[in-house]
């Protein structure tokens, strides 16, 4: 299987370099990326397209293999990492988190978004995917047999600070797409942050998706960062942060933690002893799907904490 190549992104030199590239793989027997698998005790529609047909991101969608007639799920999305310009919506990370909420009674929607290429400016079209998801997923709601008023999002690293982003706008009404559902909500009413960007003004060696440095656009590095929009009616938070991180400081959700708390937001922070950046919810010294399913429960279900898991898994990495 080839490599996705987007021609809107890539110059010409770049996409003839890459096909060269995936040409010199196959001739000397490399081995391009497997196909993505996916487990058969859920429903998966893949290729969805919900940002209209003159995009080529699309998302994949998880329900549980039952739901009853006229029942309404709860409804999760999932934004997945790769320092804003690299990762997909069909990651091992990311199906093995739409299934863990599929088989839980969850529908998950699992989305790719504008990616930034070498200089091409992402910000803001990425946070507006995402935020159009929720807006795409409202309009859906009777379709997918999901309440439009319990939808939480999940993200990790890149996926972690656009999750906060569309958690933390959505409350303030800030960054809104024009299109392609004017006038429909992008509200969530949770949000798991996993070892994400806090303040974006303090990680510039990394971001791409701005195509400016802070000290040239200050005032543009306080735009993409969700410290910047934290208030007494943000929603509640989960964050998720492993104190070996040397990709994403730990240092990011202190300050988060901190903003936080000084707004009397109501939140989690969870400190993984040992966990480098980009792990997944099942790591070795400790198990987090209890604890993520917990979150989710208590603030799209109203249930009570869930049992541990089986050490079974591995975790998953970007």
């Not at 919506?89 to 699992?110: C, E, T």
């Not at 998720?240 to 202190?254: M, N």
Request: contains cysteine; glycine residues 10%; aromatic residues 8%.
């Amino acid at each position: 299987m080839f490599p996705k190549f987007n021609i809107e992104l890539l110059g010409v030199k770049s996409l003839l370099a890459a096909l060269m590239a995936t040409l010199a793989c196959l001739l000397s027997g490399g081995v391009l990326s497997a196909a993505p698998v996916y487990p058969d005790d859920v429903r998966v529609e893949r290729d969805v397209n919900y940002l209209g047909k003159d995009r080529v991101e699309n998302a994949d969608l998880y329900f549980p293999l039952n739901i009853s007639r006229g029942g309404r799920l709860p409804a999760v999305l999932i934004i997945h990492g790769g320092g804003w310009n690299d990762g997909a919506r069909d990651h091992p990370l990311q199906i093995s988190i739409g299934a863990m909420l599929a088989r839980n009674g969850y529908v998950a929607m699992s989305i790719d978004y504008k990616l930034s290429y070498g200089k091409f400016v992402v910000w803001p079209t990425n946070l507006y995917d995402c935020k159009n998801a929720v807006r795409w997923l409202r309009k859906n709601a009777g379709q997918l047999q999901i309440d439009p008023d319990r939808i939480g999002v999940i993200g990790e690293s890149a996926g972690g600070h656009l999750a906060s982003m569309v958690a933390l706008t959505g409350a303030t009404g800030d960054l809104e797409p024009s299109g392609p559902y004017p006038g429909i909500s992008d509200r969530v009413s949770c949000c798991v942050d996993m070892y994400g960007v806090a303040d974006v003004s303090t990680y510039e060696p990394r971001v791409s998706m701005l195509g400016k440095k802070a000290a040239e656009a200050p005032e543009l590095y306080k735009i993409a960062s969700p410290i910047n929009y934290v208030c007494s009616n943000s929603p509640p938070f989960l964050i998720l942060h492993g104190t070996a991180d040397k990709l994403v400081l730990p240092r990011q959700s202190e300050v988060f933690d901190k903003v936080l708390t000084k707004f009397g937001v109501e939140h989690r922070m969870v400190w993984v002893p040992g966990a480098p950046h980009a792990f997944g919810l099942n790591l070795p010294q400790q198990d987090l799907r209890p604890l993520v399913l917990d979150f989710f429960n208590r603030h799209l279900k109203d249930q009570a904490p869930v049992a541990p898991f089986p050490q079974t898994e591995q975790s998953g990495a970007h």
